[in-house]
Structure formats: C-alpha cells, structure tokens
C-alpha cells in the first residue's frame, strides 16, 4: 500500500495538544504573543508542538483574511558582496523575529530591472519594502506609490520617500584622519601621497570625497582633484586605474582611501600581479567592512557601516501612519587594523 505522507498540523490541532485558545496559538505563531501578555512557557510550549507536528502557515490565507500577507521585500543593488549580503543576513532575522516572511532579490544597478523586479513583488503582495542602494529610488517610489506599498530607502538616499543611509561624510571624515594620523612623524604622508579610489557619482561616494578633501585641508592644508580617482563600483576598473598610476608613478601612493570593498577587490588584484616591495609602506582605508581584510600585510583601516541600526529604524519608520520625506543619518564604525569584529552570521546557532 502506497504510503501517505503524514497531514500537516492546524492552529486547532495546536489549540487542542497544547490545551491552549485557538486565538492563543495564532499569537504565538505570528509573534505577538507578548502584547498578549501570554506566558513565555506556553509560548514555548506552542512553538516546540507546531516543529514537532510540521506547522506552516498558510500565508495566502493570511492575507485573504488580513489583507496582510506577511512578505516582507529587500531590494539589493548585488548580493556578490560582503556589505550587502551582511545587510539580507540582518534584514531576514528583523523580519522573522516579527513572524513575517522575508524576500531578498537584487537588481543589478539596473533602474529598469529595479522597476521591474519591484512591480514584481507588488504582484506578491509584499506589505513592506526596503531599497537598498538603487540607481533610481524616486522610480521605484513611483512604483510603490501606486499601489500603496510601504517603503524606505536606505544605504543611498530618494528624494520621494524616506531614507537611513550611514553618515557618509563623517564616515570619510574619520577614515582619512586615520590614514593620515597612522604615519609616523618620522615618516609624514604628504599631500600628493594620499589619494582617493573608486566610487562614482552617487550621494554615497560624493560625501565620501567631501569628507575626504575637508580633512586634507584641515590637516595637510592641501587639496587637490588630482588625488581623487573614480573608477565606478567595478573591481576590474578599479585595478585598470591601479595599473595606470602605477605605470605613471612607478609605485602606488602611501596613503589610499578606497571607496569600497568592490573597489577594493580591484586593489587586491592589482596586487596579485606585483611584487610585494610594492606595497612594504602603503597603509590603506577601505569605506567597507571585511574581517579578511584586517589580516594583510600592510594595515588596513576599515568603516563598518551600521547595518542594523538601518534596518532598525527602517522598520520603526514604516510603522508611522504618515513619515516624513527625510534622510536619516546613522553613524558608521571605525575598525583599526587587526580587528576582526563580530557579525550577523555569528546569530546563528552552530548545528553541525
């Protein structure tokens, strides 16, 4: 005889097993049980007999009777990306620990597919929806105006919607002192030893020059547009411009400040094809966070941008009846060489 696959439990199934109200049970399961004042053992009780009998909710049914359908959307720029895989890893444990349904997707840097992939998730009915760094975030607003969907922006700034983004100026500000400030006076950097790689021209990476350019002129009286050398969020274009200045120099400058980890890639590559005499006395600052890079041969002084203090006030503005259309600044982290911090993945419980 053929054999049936076991039936799935129901809210009334958990209600009668755990002697609890049906009502009861649909808190816990949808995570409002402590607005409830429900006791943390029942709750406990609850959860361990939905594992034990294989519950899932029905969130089609969810939404039909709630208008809710407890999807939850992220809209990356990537996800080949320390930064914003950190940020998808922090968004889903926001969303879960609500009892909603998180869904990641990226878009490319594309506005079109930004437009498109979020027409998409309206077709899903997500109730929220966070963009993260897009090209075009007033497009996507309009998008979302539409058809009533809740949004922020973070990482970069709309001028449609609200948005958190790191205080990118500050930020800057921070790590070019510290470039500056981690040379001996016996081996002073100069002016035209300090220069800055990578970026284009987005909110994000213009703060980051301004905070660059203000804190040479504050502490090398100098400033110069040939120390600033764009080269897009592109690794291979960020190794053509390291392999240029090297070719024109015949070293690398003493100081860097590299706009991002993707650009920072490209220095790493560069270095792949050199020697290391090429870099005995460089001391770099990555506008990004990586552990790895923390262990290299020459230091490397990091920002860690606040990933969960975005996704935290991202949620608590979506909540508002009505939120102001203004940027919120979230102060990012300086991480001296050396350092490896801890981060999102660290949450998750080790079942090997």
């Not at 959860?47 to 519950?55: I, M, N, P």
């Not at 919120?328 to 050396?338: A, N, S, T």
Request: hydrophobic share 35%; aromatic share 8%; net charge negative.
């Amino acid at each position: 005889m053929e054999h049936q696959p076991k039936k799935k439990a129901t809210i009334y199934d958990l209600s009668v097993l755990s002697g609890s109200s049906p009502s009861t049970v649909s808190a816990v399961l949808n995570g409002t049980w402590r607005k409830r004042r429900i006791k943390e053992s029942t709750a406990n009780l609850i959860r361990d007999l939905a594992e034990e009998h294989q519950y899932t909710a029905n969130l089609q049914a969810r939404g039909l009777r709630s208008s809710r359908s407890g999807l939850v959307g992220l809209l990356l720029p990537v996800h080949d990306n320390r930064y914003f895989s950190s940020m998808a890893q922090t968004f889903e444990a926001h969303v879960r620990s609500r009892g909603q349904c998180p869904i990641v997707v990226s878009a490319c840097r594309d506005p079109e597919e930004e437009r498109r992939t979020v027409e998409t998730l309206i077709s899903y009915s997500v109730d929220e929806l966070i963009v993260a760094g897009a090209t075009d975030p007033d497009g996507v607003h309009a998008v979302c105006i539409a058809s009533g969907l809740r949004h922020v922006n973070i990482d970069l700034p709309g001028t449609k919607a609200p948005s958190v983004i790191s205080d990118n100026y500050q930020g800057a500000r921070m790590l070019t002192e510290a470039i500056i400030r981690h040379f001996t006076d016996d081996l002073k950097l100069g002016p035209d030893e300090l220069y800055l790689f990578g970026g284009r021209d987005d909110h994000a990476s213009r703060e980051r020059i301004r905070g660059f350019r203000a804190i040479k002129r504050e502490l090398m009286k100098s400033d110069s547009d040939k120390c600033i050398e764009p080269t897009g969020y592109s690794p291979n274009m960020a190794q053509i411009a390291f392999e240029r200045f090297y070719e024109r120099e015949g070293k690398l400058p003493r100081g860097l400040f590299i706009n991002s980890s993707i650009n920072f890639e490209g220095l790493l590559r560069f270095m792949a094809q050199h020697p290391n005499e090429a870099f005995l006395d460089i001391v770099v600052g990555c506008y990004d966070y990586d552990p790895f890079g923390s262990f290299l041969p020459f230091p490397v002084i990091m920002i860690r941008q606040d990933i969960d203090g975005m996704i935290t006030k991202a949620f608590e503005i979506m909540s508002e009846s009505h939120p102001a259309v203004q940027t919120y600044l979230i102060q990012p982290e300086l991480v001296p060489p050396r350092t490896a911090l801890n981060g999102p993945l660290d949450a998750i419980k080790d079942i090997a």
